[in-house]
């Protein structure tokens, strides 16, 4: 009795294990429609997978995406897709950075999937084709992003179909146009948007004022639009604005408003427009604010000091405006990015950035600043770019700036630098980009520089450099591109003494350098824009190879202020292919 109790007990939880198993097994095949996992698959195969291509973080989501037995698949459990809990339809479809590759049209099984809600299709490559028409199909999407994802044309009518959007990013698609229907047409449709995002779309008109009532707009990118005409002022004051790029834009003009406490602006990024007026000192107002860029604005007047209650900013350029005092910048610590050009700071090198130990990127060319550079400017260990150039700074350029191991990037041009160019020897250095040109720098060039084995750019043009150099000291580095000498009095040795591959330079800046003939290393550069070998003593004719160097790239050759008498062979039709080439014999 027992036993066939238990057995019977055991056999009907089993029988219930078995059928639940069951279902869940088939409800979780079932839950996608056959249609719609059809329609993605096909969707899937109607692409290219290019890899490598420039942006594969999406790229594994598609392994997922399969057939069981060869005809069904629950596509509610693929990646990148994402299904109704009741009704089971894909409502989400993500498929940005999948490699995707292959123009889109009419017919493709996308637009079948109308009950999208969320479209991502940012980071692939359709190949230039147009956003096809049938995108008015998917009427209840809420989100579309095909950024960064080469369309082309004209942004088609029945996007306005789409009334339910509240996020809209085309951004970074530079040949695409909305011109037709334009901005206007789209801000008088989606009145619900919080993130509006063009940046790099042809848009080419003015911003319609209407868009400063949108009181959900969050998110505003509108950078390299071709956007004229004025900037409808009260969109700053947008209750839930945090973000706005209207950068890269010229023919835009602005000014500030008075800003009011309780505005949640994080970014506010005018660059490159024409934004005027006095630069309000209610700035000091907006608490959130992470990211001001205003750099090449034509702000006038003084630099209000309520910057300094910005205590939240990371990212601070300005140009143009002018300041009297930088006291207040001591209390902004979490500064990364400090741009300062053009604002009529002068005296010492401003102690107040001391505090600025976060400081990764510093620009402050283009002022009125005296005396040497600080020794504590060391302290600031986080240091990769620094722009000191066209200012007055003088004194020696300190040793640890060049050979340290972080600075990438080392501007100090146009300045009144003296004494000789430090020498030292540090493998691990990290500098790109070497700029010390007119200066007043003597003595010789040092051979440690061979040291600074990721150099790009070295510049040291238009300073007091003597002695006899060898360029052996620059062919060793493999990455230098870049390489101005002129106008100081060296006496340069251009035979490469080993048969070392020689960097290919894109700009050789070697006037008066003493030089006696044509430097052989020439033969065998294929990439240069700009020669100068201009007042040297070069003698005799003009040997026929030099005619041929760099033939699909030289725009600039200047050979004058030599001693040429003619030419060796005919000079002949110049064979250099760009239509800006200029050369002076
Ligand atoms: C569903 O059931 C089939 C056969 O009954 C089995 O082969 C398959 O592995 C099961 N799938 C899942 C996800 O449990
Ligand atoms: C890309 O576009 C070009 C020009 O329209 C076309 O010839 C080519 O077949 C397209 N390639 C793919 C993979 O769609
Ligand atoms: C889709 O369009 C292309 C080009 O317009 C065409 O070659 C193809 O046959 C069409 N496919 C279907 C299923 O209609
Ligand atoms: C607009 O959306 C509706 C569904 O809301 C659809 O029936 C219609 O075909 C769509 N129109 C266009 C032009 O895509
Ligand atoms: C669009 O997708 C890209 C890639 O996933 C993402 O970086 C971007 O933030 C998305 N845009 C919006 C508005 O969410
Ligand atoms: C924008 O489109 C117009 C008209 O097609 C064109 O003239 C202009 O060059 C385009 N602008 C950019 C930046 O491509
Ligand atoms: C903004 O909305 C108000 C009220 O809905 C309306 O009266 C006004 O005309 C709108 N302004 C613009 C520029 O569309
Ligand atoms: C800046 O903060 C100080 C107090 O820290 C306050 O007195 C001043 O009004 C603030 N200025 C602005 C413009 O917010
Ligand atoms: C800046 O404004 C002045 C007049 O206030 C104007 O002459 C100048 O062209 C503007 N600069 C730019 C770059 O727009
Ligand atoms: C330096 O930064 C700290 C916060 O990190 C701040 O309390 C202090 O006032 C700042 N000093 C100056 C001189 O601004
Ligand atoms: C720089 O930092 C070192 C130690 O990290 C410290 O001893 C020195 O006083 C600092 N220099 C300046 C000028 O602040
Ligand atoms: C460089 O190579 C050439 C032939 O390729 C050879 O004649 C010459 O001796 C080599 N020079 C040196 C310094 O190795």
Sequence with gaps: MELSFYGLLLSILFFHLSAFTHSFNSSLQLRCHHDESLALLQFKQSFIMSNPCDYSFGLSKLESWKLIHGERGDCCSWDGVECDYQTNHVVSLDLSGCCLFSSINSNSTLFRLVHLQN??????????????????????????????SDFSGQIPPQVLNLSSLISLDLSYNYQVKLHKPSLRDLVQKFTNLKVLHLSEVNISSTIPDSLANFSSLESLRLSYCGLRGEFPIDIFQLPNLKILDISDNPDLKGHLPSFELGSLLKSLILFGTNFAGEFPSSIGNLAYLEYLDFYSCNFTGLLPSSLGNLTKLTRLKLTVSTTSSLSWIGKLSNLKTLSLVHVGLNGDFPSSLKNLTQLSFLDLSYNQLVGPIPSWLMNLTKLVVLFLDHNHF?????????????????????NQFSGQIPSQTNNCSELIELELSSNKLRGSIPSTLSSLKNLQILNFQSNNLSGVVDANVFF????????????????????????????????????????????????????????????????????SWLWSISINSL????????????????????????????HWV
Excluded at 120 to 144: E, K
Excluded at 495 to 513: D, K, R, V, W
Excluded at 563 to 572: D, H, N, Q, V
């Design 119 to 148: 479209l991502n299709l940012a980071y692939n490559d359709f190949n230039y084709s147009q956003i096809p028409s049938q995108i008015g199909l998917l009427s209840s999407l809420t989100r579309l992003n095909l950024s960064r």
């Design 394 to 414: 003088s004194g020696q350029i300190p040793s640890s700036l060049i050979y340290g191991a972080r600075i990438q990037v080392l501007s100090l041009s146009s």
């Design 476 to 543: 060793q580095l493999k990455n230098l591109d870049r390489l101005m000498l002129s106008y100081n009095n060296l006496w340069l040795l251009t035979e490469s003494s080993t048969n070392a591959t020689i960097p290919n330079f894109i700009y050789l800046g070697l006037a008066s350098c003493n030089l006696s003939e044509f430097p052989h290393f020439l033969h065998n550069q294929y990439e240069l824009k700009f020669l100068d070998l201009s007042s040297n003593n070069i003698q005799g004719p003009i040997p």
């Design 555 to 582: 725009q600039s050759m200047n050979l004058s202020h030599n001693f040429l008498t003619g030419f060796e062979e005919g000079p002949g039709p110049l064979q250099w292919a760009s239509n800006h080439f200029r």
